[in-house]
């Protein structure tokens, strides 16, 4: 079946560091690509999504881009924050009407 | 605009008891989604409604349970607790079934005991 693969955390970063946290999905079909975050105590927010090939999703400084050939969908920041620290999902949603499927998690800290 | 509320926030049961989590989606959003977050397992998707309907079920025990209401709420329910049902229980709303953009609520955290 479908599946998401993250890679392990957590990510430690000094402020301004570069930030890459790599995704990659198995699926059947074109499936939409999605990140989300969750910050400490609270539930997970959309970051940004791509819904076919070569698609960019980017908001907040994030970007991902869907590559189609490599079943990856990376997310990238060139100057981390603080505030950036929490914990980020990568997900995909295979045929319409089935549930999102998540990865485990990286959790992001970043230190001034 | 309120956004999705779960209640209880916390909750700590013993094994054998049962429970209800609740989950009030954002107004006008017609679809709830339930999953388990959990260290070792990640998120997990446990079922969604729509218009009162379950439209979708997970890989979970039948102990597991939900509904929805008329007016979107939805109920969960865990019977028989185990010790492996502690975890965090996430609601998501969205606008419709099949759309991805889902709101989480911030959890209810179970522990069983």
């Known amino acids: 079946g479908d599946s998401v693969t993250q890679m392990e955390g957590p990510v430690t970063l000094s402020e301004e560091a570069f930030l890459t946290i790599n995704c990659t999905y198995t699926?059947?079909?074109?499936?939409?690509l999605f990140w989300y975050v969750q910050y400490p105590g609270e539930g997970l927010q959309l970051l940004l999504k791509?819904?076919?090939?070569?698609d960019k999703g980017s908001n907040k400084g994030f970007e991902a881009t869907y590559r189609k050939e490599t079943t990856s969908f990376h997310l990238e920041k060139g100057s981390v924050q603080v505030s950036d620290s929490a914990v980020y999902f990568c997900a995909l949603s295979g045929a319409a009407g089935t549930a999102l499927i998540f990865g485990k998690g990286t959790t992001l800290s970043v230190s001034s | 605009k309120a956004g999705v509320t779960q209640t209880p926030r916390y909750l700590i049961k013993t094994r054998g008891q049962q429970v209800t989590l609740s989950c009030s989606p954002i107004s006008g959003h017609r679809s709830v989604s339930w999953y388990q977050q959990t260290p070792g397992q990640g998120l997990q998707f446990l079922f969604e409604y729509f218009s009162e309907t379950q439209r979708n079920k997970g890989n979970f025990p039948g102990r597991f349970s939900g509904r929805q209401f008329s007016n979107s709420r939805s109920e969960m329910n865990v019977s028989t607790l185990e010790l492996g049902d502690s975890a965090l229980y996430l609601c998501?709303?969205?606008?419709?079934?099949?759309?991805?953009?889902?709101?989480f609520g911030s959890g209810t955290q179970l522990s069983v005991l």
């Open positions: 998501a709303s969205s606008l419709g079934t099949g759309n991805e953009k889902l709101f």
């Open positions: 791509a819904t076919k090939a070569d």
């Open positions: 699926a059947t079909g074109y499936p939409s």
